[in-house]
């Protein structure tokens, strides 16, 4: 199973990114896709995940109300709309997906990363 993550870069605050994030691979199903994020000399942190079978959602506090995740099911894809970015939303941020595969259990997989810079 492969993870690959895009829409990255560098905004101004106060703009807007969107994040996504294609899975592919053997995959029988996914349970649960998300989005987490790394800043330098900071632990990896949740910023979002959405159950795909409902679409019932979780955000850390300090992204409610200005990120938004959704998916597509079908092209197994989750998505990730920033606005209001804020100097502190810079990070690395990294999808992540719990998928059961044709021929195993459920297990976490990660994507490469992508650098979200905020400045001005």
């Known amino acids: 199973v492969q993870l690959q993550a895009s829409g990255g870069g560098l905004v101004q605050p106060g703009g807007s990114l969107r994040l996504s994030c294609a899975a592919s691979g053997s995959i029988f199903s996914i349970n649960v896709m998300g989005w987490y994020r790394q800043a330098p000399g900071k632990q990896r942190e949740l910023v979002a995940r959405i159950i795909t079978s409902g679409g019932s959602t979780h955000y850390a506090d300090s992204v409610k109300g200005r990120f938004t995740i959704s998916r597509a099911n079908v092209k197994n894809t989750v998505y990730l709309q920033m606005n209001n970015l804020k100097p502190e939303d810079t990070a690395v941020y990294y999808c992540?997906?719990?998928?059961?595969?044709?021929?195993?259990?459920?297990?976490?997989?990660w994507g490469q990363g992508t650098q979200v810079t905020v400045s001005s």
């Open positions: 992540n997906a719990f998928v059961t595969t044709v021929v195993g259990n459920p297990t976490d997989y």
